[in-house]
């Protein structure tokens, strides 16, 4: 195994998982709130006390972001060749299961859930993520880019099939098929300039997919993020864009961010936490993308991560890294 691919696979899901919590405590309030609350985010807090989603976590403990990213790889990893829609949808059922056991709030959005029951009840999967235009298939599609190579065809498929049981809409596809291929480029030492025109393309590609559903130009929703983000503006890139649940907002949003950061992990996963609305998201989205594009992870902070949380991300990057391998020794 290629160390330097190990190391931004793992920097790719510590990434991810350190947005996560970053942003948890501040996710669904407004800038404004998040001000009056924390002042400025700037570490791992725990959320006060009533929090209308996250209370009875800790500070640096990670959302459904991180647990069903790692979700979708195991199954991955256990089932490369194809992928049981039908075991997936399971998959997130007991995982709502266990996090209602344990009385927290962070569980399956309504749409997520309902597609799910009906896949389950006999609906065909081409049914039951007929609506679904929310981030949910961009937060938790990092392993695609881990395990497959940076070529558009072969990886928007495998996005395209991942999100389909809960989100089959041209932009949920476009939005996570972006998000996976900068992830992909960033494995085979991309930096966020040189995996910009793969992403997009897959982005237009993945948009393709799916039933014609929400935003019709995902690709040229990223485009104008990271446009108003080149000028340093952050207030120009929150008033053109957005932080909602909505794939077209929070996808752009992370882009744009990581423009704004110009390559410092951290800086992103910061300016996502303070950002508003769906926080927690988007700093997953952004730091998955930072780790993958070589970002540097903060030791102190990982340490402080994997102290409040039970996660093995180390093995399962090795078990995505070891399918990537597979697919770029076939002919």
């Known amino acids: 195994m290629d160390d330097a691919a190990f190391l931004r696979a793992r920097a790719t899901l510590l990434g991810l998982a350190m947005g996560d919590a970053l942003g948890m405590p501040a996710q669904t309030l407004t800038r404004a709130e998040i001000r009056a609350r924390y002042g400025r985010i700037t570490g791992f807090v725990a959320p006060f006390a009533g929090h209308p989603v996250s209370h009875g976590l800790r500070a640096a403990q990670v959302t459904d972001d991180t647990e069903q990213t790692l979700l979708l790889a195991r199954r991955l990893i256990a089932d490369p060749v194809g992928f049981d829609e039908a075991g997936w949808a399971r998959d997130l059922l007991d995982w709502e299961a266990g996090i209602r056991a344990k009385g927290l709030q962070?569980?399956?959005?309504?749409s997520s859930r309902a597609a799910i029951e009906a896949l389950l009840a006999g609906a065909s999967p081409e049914v039951t993520g007929a609506r679904g235009t929310t981030n949910g298939a961009a937060m938790r599609i990092a392993p695609i880019g881990i395990m497959?190579?940076?070529?558009?065809?072969a990886l928007v498929a495998r996005v395209a099939r991942t999100c389909r049981v809960t989100h089959n809409t041209g932009e949920a596809i476009a939005a996570a098929a972006a998000v996976a291929m900068t992830v992909s480029c960033g494995l085979a030492g991309a930096d966020l300039d040189a995996a910009l025109d793969p992403a997009l393309a897959a982005c237009r590609a993945g948009q393709a997919q799916g039933n014609a559903v929400g935003e019709p130009d995902m690709a040229g929703r990223?485009?104008?993020a990271l446009r108003l983000a080149e000028?340093?503006?952050e207030a120009a890139l929150i008033a053109g864009i957005g932080s909602s649940v909505a794939s077209r907002d929070s996808v752009p949003m992370a882009f744009g961010l990581l423009r704004l950061a110009r390559g410092d992990l951290w800086r992103a996963l910061e300016l996502a936490a303070n950002v508003g609305d769906d926080t927690d998201t988007i700093g997953a989205m952004a730091g998955a993308m930072a780790g993958a594009l070589g970002g540097s992870v903060p030791?102190?902070?990982?340490a402080e991560l994997h102290a409040a949380n039970d996660l093995d991300l180390d093995g399962v990057a090795r078990g995505l890294l070891a399918l990537r391998a597979a697919a770029e020794r076939q002919p």
């Open 106 to 110: 962070d569980l399956l959005g309504p």
């Open 222 to 224: 990223i485009a104008l």
């Open 148 to 153: 497959t190579p940076p070529e558009t065809a």
């Open 299 to 302: 030791e102190a902070a990982a």
């Open 231 to 233: 000028g340093g503006d």
